[in-house]
């Protein structure tokens, strides 16, 4: 059973920052491309970055550059996104997720990814 299970976040003062962590299962982690996305409320899911396990290439969405940084622990099955400067537009849930067959350039697509976390809450607050 292929699971994603994030957890890191909470509730930051704008400026702050948070590392949020995805620990993979259930599906041979190396093959895969992981990306990060968020869902603010009343708004369209959108991505924020992706990276391959394979050969560690990322990709960011323009709004976040230089923010966000993702990286990724193929011994441990685990992928992160850390998160500086947080902004008040930040807030939102944070879902990772996985596919195959994707370069990363194309990875901030939703409806390319086949499985999704749960989602965790990101709160910035002013």
């Known amino acids: 059973e292929v699971q994603l299970v994030e957890s890191g976040g909470g509730l930051v003062q704008a400026g702050g920052s948070l590392r949020l962590s995805c620990a993979a299962s259930?599906?041979?982690?190396?093959?895969?491309?992981m990306g990060w996305f968020r869902q603010a409320p009343g708004k369209e899911r959108e991505g924020v970055s992706v990276i391959s396990s394979s050969d560690g290439s990322t990709y960011y969405a323009d709004s976040v550059k230089g923010r966000f940084t993702i990286s990724i622990d193929n011994a441990k099955n685990t992928v992160f996104l850390q998160i500086n400067s947080l902004k008040l537009e930040d807030t939102a849930v944070y879902y990772c997720a996985a596919t195959t067959g994707l370069s990363v350039e194309y990875g901030l697509t939703p409806h390319e990814y086949e499985y999704w976390g749960q989602g965790t809450q990101v709160t910035v607050s002013s």
């Open positions: 259930g599906f041979t982690f190396v093959d895969y491309v």
